[in-house]
């Protein structure tokens, strides 16, 4: 356990979907062509729907933006082998990169796709939070860059006393999993998602 | 299909083809029941031990070519406490040293073999389940079952059964006791081995049946090309299972039967697993 959590928080109610905050890691962060640590899922499905005599549009879509969560029981901690994750005595979970061999089995333990390979490196990436910018007293590039001030960031209790909020948002997976540090405001469609047969429609992209 | 986790595919085939062989090939020499002509005893006792240390270390050579950093490949040992793949890791350590003690055993005629046999076997058995383990986490819903432990035991003894029939048919045998004949009892088996797995691998196949998961992975990309590959797959296993029922059915073409028969079957699995891999990532 942890000394204290920093956490994300999300409204995804609000979020427009511009990618501000995708493209405001990618630059802090200078990763390479196709890799991206915040990721920005356009979430959306269903169709037509007959009321008596008329068609009306039954549909959901709305937008997930997600990084590395942190997680207070982290799934890529445990299982990496070098023991290169870290979670810190701030909830924050580290790759050590000269421990790393790049084995890349973290990226299939995280359920949320946050490890990624660095190809040229030949070892495993991911958020960090921008540890950098936190030791000053800044928030991370993604909550600096959002247009919408739809991404927070603080301390778990602190952000969910403030602001609320769930990890539980379809198509993430089920919050007892990992214990996620992210909180998010859901989209009203978000909860007859499913049932409509949402999917992620930009994987391209993401 | 995605390719990019071919070392990854062969170093579990390899691997559990190594330790299927240790199960077929050792174990019953080490409890007595060989067979073998006594003045050959050793020299199969011998190349079964060694075979099985081949096969390990090129199962274990194909793994570097996974690591982005395969000079560090040893701090891999570190967390055997928490993750499955440092186990995995020692157990694929104890399975070749065991079985390089048995073939040196053998060698130095020191009394010790069936002991380093049975413990190479066992070794062998616990590695496959490792191996197991490690693909079934939460994360991955199609790896995320028994289907995952199922297949990896399938192909451990669908390949061990084969190359310790193939490999027995090469040195004289004698029934055991008069009574059996170790080689024939290892083709036979292997024919079972092979008639079960071809409905058993079409009906676990992921995504098929009610087994298949309800909602993809985050990531997930579909592969248009699953179905295509899959039926390759399948007629594989399936030529593999007839040609060995020719290879019994004519016995003195066994070798070269039997040999065809094991490709198929060898080509069969890795195709199976490079699709296995091929799950979490898409296209």
């Known amino acids: 356990m942890s000394e204290k959590q920093y956490a994300f928080h999300y409204d995804s109610a609000s979020c427009s979907g511009c990618k501000a905050c995708q493209i405001a890691c990618k630059d802090k962060n200078d990763l390479p062509l196709g890799m991206f640590w915040r990721r920005v899922y356009e979430i959306s499905g269903g169709g037509w729907r007959k009321e008596g005599e008329a068609w009306i549009p039954d549909v959901a879509a709305y937008n997930l933006s997600i990084a590395c969560q942190h997680c207070q029981d982290p799934a890529c901690v445990k299982g990496c082998p070098t023991g290169a994750l870290e979670k810190r005595p701030d909830g924050i979970v580290t790759i050590d990169p000269e421990r790393c061999m790049g084995c890349r089995y973290c990226e299939w333990t995280c359920p949320y796709g946050a490890p990624q390979f660095d190809e040229a490196a030949g070892i495993m990436t991911k958020c960090d939070f921008c540890l950098d910018l936190v030791a000053q007293g800044v928030r991370p590039a993604c909550v600096t860059a959002c247009p919408m001030r739809t991404l927070d960031f603080g301390e778990l209790e602190e952000l969910k006393a403030r602001l609320g909020g769930t990890a539980d948002v379809f198509p993430l997976p089920p919050e007892g999993q990992t214990r996620p540090a992210l909180l998010i405001n859901p989209h009203p469609d978000a909860a007859r998602a499913e049932g409509l047969g949402a999917d992620t429609n930009n994987r391209e992209e993401v | ?283």
């Open chain 2, 1 to 283: 299909m995605n390719l990019r986790e071919w070392p990854l595919a062969l170093f579990t085939v390899f691997g559990q083809t190594a330790a299927g062989a240790a199960v077929f090939l050792l174990l019953p020499l080490a409890l007595g029941f060989s067979g073998v002509v006594s003045a050959d005893e050793k020299a199969f006792r011998l190349g079964a031990a060694a075979g099985i240390v081949l096969l390990t270390t090129l199962a274990a050579g194909f793994a570097f070519f996974h690591l982005g950093r395969p000079f560090r490949a040893p701090s891999a040992l570190r967390n055997i406490v928490g993750s499955w793949l440092s186990r995995e890791l020692i157990l694929l350590l104890v399975f070749g040293l065991a079985a390089a003690g048995s073939a040196l055993a053998e060698w130095m005629d020191l009394g010790a073999a069936p002991w380093l046999e049975i413990l190479t076997a066992a070794a062998g058995l616990v590695f496959v389940f490792a191996m197991a383990r490690i693909y079934t986490v939460p994360a991955v819903p199609d790896w995320n079952s028994g289907r995952t432990t199922a297949a990896f035991f399938s192909t451990a003894f669908i390949l061990g059964s084969m190359t310790a029939a193939l490999y027995a048919s090469g040195i004289p045998i004698l029934p055991i006791f008069g009574r059996v004949d170790l080689g024939g009892l290892y083709r036979i088996v292997a024919l079972i081995i092979l008639a079960a797995a071809v409905p058993a691998a079409y009906l676990a196949a992921p995504r098929f049946g009610r087994w298949a998961p309800k909602a993809a992975p985050l990531g997930f990309r579909p592969d248009p090309s699953w179905l295509t590959i899959f039926s390759v797959r399948m007629n594989l296993l399936s030529i593999a299972a007839f040609l060995w029922l020719g290879a019994l059915v004519w016995p003195g073409s066994f070798e070269i039967l039997g040999g065809v028969a094991l490709l198929a079957a060898l080509a069969s699995e890795i195709v199976g697993r490079l699709q296995f891999y091929a799950l979490p990532l898409g296209l």
